[in-house]
């Protein structure tokens, strides 16, 4: 570990669709710190972790087997950590800079293994986004893939409308990561996507304080905005801009009615929880007296169309 630094790297966390690519763009432009395109490695890492269970409480797995041979868990995540520290240095070291971060969009999916092998060697920004906006952006990246991101297979799987698939990922997904930020408190910032689109000034000067390298932000955003480094995997509209926008922000609210209400009780805790505002659930009555002035305004047209129709027919 470099003597400038109190801690080995940096670890972007967030949901998918957050902002987190955003965030990536505006760390590598920090004179420091170099933030690549998504490596996976953390993840990859996650999985050399995983455990099977079965009955009697044993486990099929890494850390389970190599302990028959007298290798224990320390142990096992020490060189884990050092195999994967490895690549992030030599990524550092070629970009000339001090610091190397990691941002992966689905890590937030494997929080359990990367506190082993991250917590106490690293700095955590954590990054939220409105649920519901997240739930459209996933949607409108689904789409655009014509697929669905394995993360999210087994909540397609367990809920049919993809949308609320998607609502409940996001809850589980925030609930871990507040959970983690409360365990490691000391080593976690947390920020709002909508206020660093907003207020980008100010969030970079907060997240450059946290890490213990306030710079010039103006730079940095100027940097960050002109750079032409490669696009690697991750959000290809924050690849294409030159500006940071606050377009995105409370597009839910282009959603039907009936969607809103549905998205609304799944998120509407952990909306509180991370501190934004709950969205009013309109209930069922109020949907019906709409729907039923809908029908009365469709009677209506079709009612018209006839006159206009036997009209034109004399």
Not at 71 to 85: A, C, K, M, P, Y
Not at 161 to 172: G, I
Not at 208 to 235: H, N, W, Y
Request: charged share 25%.
């Amino acid at each position: 570990m470099s003597e400038q630094w109190a801690y080995e790297g940096i670890v972007v966390l967030g949901a998918p669709r957050s902002g987190t690519t955003l965030l990536r763009r505006l760390l590598n432009a920090h004179p420091d710190i170099h933030c690549p395109p998504e490596t996976n490695l953390l993840n990859a890492a996650s999985r050399f972790l995983e455990e099977h269970r079965f009955a009697g409480n044993l486990s099929v797995g890494v850390v389970p087997g190599l302990d028959f041979s007298g290798l224990d868990e320390t142990t096992i995540l020490q060189r884990l950590r050092e195999f994967v520290f490895s690549f992030f240095r030599d990524i550092r070291d070629r970009s000339g800079k001090s610091i190397w971060a990691e941002k992966t969009a689905f890590d937030t999916f494997h929080l359990d293994a990367i506190e082993r092998i991250c917590a106490g060697h690293c700095r955590f920004i954590c990054l939220t986004r409105h649920g519901l906006d997240v739930c459209c952006s996933t949607k409108q990246l689904t789409d655009k893939m014509g697929m669905y991101l394995p993360e999210l297979h087994e909540y397609v799987k367990r809920y049919p409308a993809p949308l609320e698939a998607f609502a409940h990922a996001w809850v589980n997904v925030n609930q871990r990561l507040n959970t983690f930020m409360e365990t490691n408190r000391a080593d976690c910032a947390l920020f709002k996507y909508e206020d660093l689109v907003v207020a980008p000034e100010d969030v970079l000067s907060r997240i450059f304080a946290f890490l213990d390298r306030p710079v010039d932000v103006d730079e940095v955003l100027r940097c960050a905005l002109s750079a032409t480094d490669s696009a690697g995997l991750g959000d290809w509209k924050t690849y294409k801009t030159r500006s940071i926008e606050s377009g995105s922000v409370d597009q839910w609210k282009n959603l039907p009615t009936d969607v809103i209400d549905r998205l609304a009780q799944i998120t509407n805790p952990t909306l509180e929880l991370l501190g934004y505002e709950t969205v009013e659930v309109r209930g069922a009555g109020e949907r019906a007296a709409d729907s039923k002035r809908q029908e009365e305004l469709s009677r209506m047209v079709a009612k018209m169309s006839m006159q206009m129709g036997k009209s034109d027919s004399k």
